[in-house]
């Protein structure tokens, strides 16, 4: 009996501590990333029993939102929620994140402090694949949305909740189909805010205050395939120029060769809201762009952080050549990764690197990336609100409009939304913003109480 009573106490007390435990948010960001929704390009390797996993436990984990408020499953893996508003003339807001995680370099597990999909809480942070990228987005709004819910806040606007499932490998099956939903039912949204900005903490121009980055603007996303053919056969008797030697000396001129470097709006706003907070010289080249501009940016492009802010850059990826030691290729291809400033599109950089390459032998070709964002207003109230929203939790920082140099799933709304920001309210430092998609990605417990706050502050202001 003794042996019974004492296992029923440890159990009624294990079971305290896992409810405690489960009214954590750590713990329960914890318990996501321990769900592998993992988006590989080879869609056939796709366990999507994993984002059924993720919606039983977000229903799970948020009981007020997914039977408070109006939920759609959307094309079977993304989720659509609404929140109405008290006072339907007022036009809605939208919060978008993904649910979806890249997957792990092979070979690399070993090399992470905690195994990748352990969902490890410890010494303060919450390791583990999309920590940082993007399921503290989807959970951070739902801890937000559940705790308004349960001190009974009503909005008087409309919010509206998008969680993809394919971010990763375009979006086209998640945001794709949500947005295509929300224009059947006629939805129109004031503004949005999907992931992509954040607060730094050693911003090397402020080392002494956070900086809070609201993009307004996102690069966008271009893939040439370059294809050279010619003579193959046998090793023994090799062509002059294999197609593998011609492809190689085009992708040398073109790596030798990168876009000029330019200050285009967004950038030029960051610098000139910096320009006042910085000491001398640096204030007065942020804040006579005019006059300085070029030389910024010839700076900034010659430093590996700020490189992406001032060119459209050039990332060779894939290489692609032959069968066999002994057997030379009659094919070789190569793919090369662009992210465009605002204002270049496909057909001026294919002229470009056509121009660069200089070899009618080597084809050229890509598949058009459409909806590339514009550059939304950063003194129109959605800006207003998220800033207002960073200042209430983050008072010492410095709040900037940016350029996000990657891409979205925002491109699948810019027809939904007057204006697309970029922002999470999490604080990172450069090299933890680095691990994003890398090895040891991991948020500071702290860092996810505050981006949980924001998310928050964000409802309550823009729902006025």
């Given at each position: ?6 296992a029923l106490?440890?159990?009624?007390l294990?079971?305290?501590a ?11 960001l ?11 390009q ?6 999507l ?5 993720f919606?039983?436990?977000l229903r ?5 939102v ?7 499953t959307?094309?079977d893996y ?6 109405p ?6 036009q809605?807001?939208l ?9 792990i370099?092979?070979?690399?597990a ?6 990748p ?10 390791y583990?694949?999309g920590?940082?990228?993007d ?13 308004l819910?349960a001190?009974g ?7 509206v909740?998008?969680?993809g ?17 929300m224009r ?5 949204f ?9 607060v730094?903490?050693?911003n ?10 609201i993009?307004v ?5 271009l893939t040439l395939?370059?294809?050279?053919t010619?003579?193959?056969g ?6 002059k120029?294999s ?5 190689s ?8 060769n990168?876009?000029p470097t ?5 950038v ?9 907070h910085l000491?001398?010289p640096e204030?007065f080249?942020?804040s006579n762009?005019?006059?300085?501009g070029?030389l910024?940016a ?8 700020t490189n992406?802010f001032?060119?459209t ?7 692609n ?5 002994n ?6 291809e190569a793919?090369v ?7 270049d599109?496909?057909e ?8 660069v390459?200089d070899?009618p032998?080597i ?5 058009q990336?459409d ?12 800006f207003?609100?998220?800033?207002e929203?960073v200042?209430?939790?983050y ?14 799933d925002?491109?699948h ?9 970029r922002f999470?309210g ?6 933890q913003?680095s ?6 990605e991991?948020i500071d ?5 505050k ?8 409802m ?5």
């Open positions: 009996m003794s042996r019974i009573l004492t106490t440890a159990a009624l294990l079971g305290g896992m409810s405690s435990a489960a009214s954590d948010p750590a713990q329960r914890g318990k996501a990333i321990q769900i592998k929704t993992i988006s590989h080879d869609s056939s390797q796709i366990d029993r994993e984002f059924r996993r919606h039983k436990f799970a984990s948020y009981p007020r997914f039977t408070e408020l109006e939920v759609e959307v094309n993304s989720l659509l929620i609404r929140w508003g008290s006072d339907p003339s007022l809605p807001i919060f978008t994140a993904h649910m979806d995680v890249v997957p370099e092979p070979g690399t070993d090399d992470w402090e905690h195994p999909f352990a969902g490890v809480v410890a010494d303060g942070r919450i583990g694949r920590s940082l990228d399921k503290q987005g989807v959970l951070g709004n739902l801890e937000a949305a559940e705790s819910l001190e806040f009503v909005p008087a606007r409309t919010m909740f998008a969680f499932h394919d971010e990763e490998i375009s979006g086209k099956d998640g945001a794709g189909k949500l947005a295509e939903r059947e039912k006629g939805w129109h004031s503004w949005m805010v999907d992931e992509g900005g954040m730094i903490s050693d090397p121009l402020l080392p002494d205050s956070p900086v809070a980055i993009n603007a996102e690069k966008g996303y395939t370059l294809v050279a010619g003579e193959g046998h090793s023994s008797r090799p062509p120029t197609t593998i030697g011609r492809l000396a085009a992708l040398e001129r073109i790596e030798n990168p876009f330019r200050i285009v709006g967004p030029a706003a960051m610098l000139e809201t910096m320009g006042p000491d001398q204030r080249f942020f762009l005019w006059l300085t070029g910024v010839d700076q900034m492009g010659e430093d590996p952080t992406s001032v060119r850059t050039t990332a060779l990826t894939m290489f050549a032959g069968v066999k030691e057997v030379v290729p009659q094919r070789a793919k990764n662009f992210r465009l400033l605002p204002g599109t496909p001026t950089v294919v002229n470009y690197i056509t121009e390459v070899d032998a084809e050229i070709s890509y598949d990336w909806n590339v964002p514009g550059v939304s207003d950063y003194t129109g109230s959605g207003s609100v998220i800033s929203a200042s209430e939790v008072p010492e920082a410095v709040i900037v409009p940016s350029l996000l140099v990657a891409t979205t925002t491109r709304y810019i027809d939904l939304a007057d204006n697309q920001y999470q999490m604080l990172v430092s450069l090299a913003a691990s994003v998609h890398g090895t040891n991991y417990i702290s860092s996810y109480e981006a949980i706050e924001v998310a928050r502050q964000m309550i202001l823009g729902a006025r």
